[in-house]
């Protein structure tokens, strides 16, 4: 139902968000970390895995900490043990994780404290036992993390729920984040479509994007956005709020487009019906779209 285009690249945004002392140079073991990424990208294992051991890695798992601290998500409690669902949690120190990893034949040690990122557990194991197998290590987490998300799909059929579907592309159009949004009450098509916008522009803001090209294939939505025409009653909340968190950007524009070419962002909206809550994507595609 709607996209956001955007010219930055988001991972190198997260990458700054989660790592600033990096950014400003304060980071003691630059070295440590480039003998980090080097170990990632050269374990022979699928490119899948890799890029979830740089995402996990770089702390930017959509885990339920991660989104409750960007606002998306209601609450950060794991729903398998209720403990807090951060990446080291859901990767090694949730009952689930500790079960898997002790049935793999790493025979990794316990560790007294778990904390709370996954890869301070990499670090931890890198300086003390650098010669572990590598590649089970990565698929067994790889593993555990795509349980816990096909674990999170279910069936909301029979609620009348409905769902709003975002999608970020960067300037070439490669896909760089999504969204599928189940909202608690039905919503009439307009009323979807002007709640759509008003997440995706929640989302790119949540993503410290700066300069936006909002596209949606719902006109009078798009108009009343640029102010080409009055918005109809029952969006004028929204469309007025979105209006005001349009200012954050340093530069935005609103496009319409046809139902056609918005068709990644409506699959998006349908698989919310499939979602418990909300489900998002950072540098990855989600399964409905790979299809
Ligand atoms: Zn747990």
């Known amino acids: 139902m709607f996209t956001v285009n955007s010219a930055y690249k988001v991972a190198q945004t997260l990458l700054r968000e989660a790592h600033p002392k990096l950014e400003r140079g304060e980071c003691s073991?630059?070295?440590?970390?480039k003998s980090l990424w080097k170990q990632i990208w050269s374990l022979n294992c699928p490119n899948k895995v890799r890029m979830f051991m740089w995402r996990a890695c770089s702390n930017i798992l959509p885990t339920k900490y991660q989104l409750r601290a960007r606002c998306i998500g209601r609450d950060d409690v794991c729903d398998l043990c209720g403990g807090c669902e951060t990446s080291g949690h859901i990767l090694w120190g949730c009952k689930v994780a500790r079960e898997v990893w002790s049935n793999t034949r790493l025979k990794l040690p316990l560790l007294k404290v778990i904390p709370r990122d996954f890869v301070d557990i990499v670090w931890d194991f890198l300086e003390r036992w650098p010669r572990i197998n590598w590649e089970l290590f990565a698929a067994t987490a790889w593993g555990l993390w795509n349980n816990r998300n096909s674990g999170r799909h279910r069936v909301f059929k029979e609620l009348g729920c409905c769902g709003v579907g975002v999608v970020i592309k960067n300037e070439y159009g490669q896909l760089m984040g999504a969204m599928s949004k189940k909202c608690d009450f039905s919503l009439r098509a307009l009323e979807?479509?002007?709640?759509?916008?008003?997440?995706?522009?929640?989302?790119?803001?949540?993503?410290?994007?700066?300069?936006?090209?909002?596209?949606?294939?719902?006109?009078?939505?798009?108009?009343?956005?640029?102010?080409?025409?009055?918005?109809?009653?029952?969006?004028?909340?929204?469309?007025?709020?979105?209006?005001?968190?349009?200012?954050?950007?340093?530069?935005?524009?609103?496009?319409?487009?046809?139902?056609?070419?918005?068709?990644?962002?409506?699959?998006?909206?349908?698989?919310?019906?499939?979602?418990?809550?909300?489900?998002?994507?950072?540098?990855?595609?989600?399964?409905?779209?790979?299809?």
């Open 192 to 291: 979807a479509e002007a709640k759509a916008i008003e997440e995706g522009i929640i989302f790119a803001r949540e993503l410290s994007l700066r300069t936006v090209i909002l596209e949606s294939d719902a006109q009078v939505v798009v108009k009343s956005l640029t102010e080409k025409s009055m918005a109809p009653s029952s969006i004028i909340m929204v469309i007025e709020g979105a209006k005001l968190s349009l200012r954050g950007f340093d530069s935005w524009v609103d496009n319409h487009i046809c139902r056609i070419e918005n068709s990644t962002a409506h699959i998006m909206a349908q698989n919310a019906r499939f979602v418990s809550d909300v489900n998002v994507w950072v540098e990855d595609t989600p399964p409905v779209i790979e299809q």
């Open 29 to 33: 073991d630059t070295a440590g970390m």
